[in-house]
């Protein structure tokens, strides 16, 4: 079965810097992964998703994330993060015989003025 | 359009009392969740409904019932609230099914058993 772990709890940046929230897959084939941001008292919005093609995938809200199979992992970056940016996000991941994708346990962002 | 809504958006119960979480989406989607999600674990599913009339256990089901009234509408039932079901409570729901579905969550319910 495949499992997912972002091993930051809590990070934080201040207004303008870039960021790069982590996330690593244990997944024998091509996982589906998946990129969730969860704001205060809010249901979780899907970023951006990964299936098959370009490694690179671009997402909502100027987010962007890079599939590297060699590293297992699926890290979630933006170059310049915004107050409002601060959220709980949530990386998945899904195999083809799967119903739903596993989540991660979170990733808190507190950004700074 | 509102998408997925929930109510009641907090509770309160005592140990053994009973209730039910409503959900209801308007995007004439097929396929509904429950989640639970906790702190420092992510969100698990409770109970899915692959379609109108179908209903399936997912990862952690016990000490609840679910039932899909309509395609818009997917409950979840508490008989006998314990406090390790305090917690927060998402419905979810996807136009498809399987895992490629994109999901869109209502904005929770709040538990707290006491």
């Known amino acids: 079965a495949q499992s997912v772990t972002q091993p930051d709890i809590h990070i934080t940046v201040s207004e303008g810097a870039s960021l790069e929230l982590r996330c690593n897959y244990s997944?024998?084939?091509?996982?589906?992964l998946f990129w969730y941001v969860q704001s205060p008292g809010q249901g979780l919005q899907l970023l951006l998703k990964?299936?098959?093609?370009?490694?690179l995938v671009q997402g909502i809200k100027g987010f962007e994330a890079e599939f590297k199979r060699s590293q297992s992992s699926f890290n979630l970056r933006k170059p310049s993060v915004h107050w409002s940016d601060a959220a709980e996000y949530f990386c998945?991941?899904?195999?083809?015989?799967?119903?739903?994708?596993?989540f991660g346990r979170g990733t808190s962002l507190i950004v700074h003025p | 359009n509102a998408g997925v809504t929930q109510t009641p958006k907090f509770q309160v119960l005592k140990t053994g009392q009973s209730m039910t979480l409503q959900c209801a989406q308007d995007m004439n989607h097929n396929s509904m969740y429950w989640y639970r999600q906790d702190p420092g674990m992510g969100l698990r599913l409770i109970y899915y409904s692959a379609s109108e009339g179908t209903t399936d256990k997912g990862e952690v089901p016990n000490g609840y019932n679910v039932s899909r009234l309509n395609k818009r509408e997917f409950s979840l039932r508490l008989e006998s609230a314990a406090p390790s079901q305090t917690s927060v409570y998402f419905c979810?729901?996807?136009?498809?099914?399987?895992?490629?579905?994109?999901?869109?969550f209502g904005p929770g319910t709040r538990l707290l058993v006491l």
């Open positions: 979810a729901s996807s136009e498809g099914a399987g895992v490629v579905a994109t999901q869109y």
């Open positions: 990964y299936f098959s093609g370009d490694t």
């Open positions: 998945a991941v899904g195999e083809g015989g799967s119903y739903i994708p596993t």
């Open positions: 997944y024998g084939a091509t996982p589906y």
